[in-house]
């Protein structure tokens, strides 16, 4: 995903799963593939230190990329907690987000509603 339009109909239209380290938002895209976007806010400090929580966050996602359902868009939101937990951590948070929104490939759908907080 690279429009600002593309996010902003993932906020607006899709659904939400959060937990201590990032919020997950995601929308079914008619497409056969699955497009993740990164959002990290000033909140969590400089460039330098928005990147670094950003590249982490890809890094995490691509190691797991083949573990998510094709056909959607998420965006991946950290927390503040994300700036200073560990590499794994942060993997075990956005894989949690995953299966709780339904979208790991070994799942069987949606949640009923598509709508935690943790």
Known sequence: MALPGD?????????TVKNRLVV???????????RIGFSVSKKLGN???????KR????????KASE?????????S???QCREAAYQDIV???MDAVSRAGLRQDSG???????RDG
């Open 7 to 15: 996010f902003r109909r993932v906020y607006e239209n899709g659904k």
């Open 109 to 115: 759908g949606e949640e009923s509603d598509g709508s």
């Open 68 to 76: 998510i359902r094709s056909g959607y868009d998420l965006v991946v």
């Open 24 to 34: 997950l938002h995601y929308r079914e895209n008619d497409r056969e593939v699955t």
């Open 56 to 63: 982490r966050l890809r890094e995490a996602v691509r190691t």
């Open 47 to 53: 460039a330098v230190r928005r990147n670094r929580v």
């Open 92 to 94: 075990s948070a956005v």
């Open 78 to 80: 950290a927390r503040l």
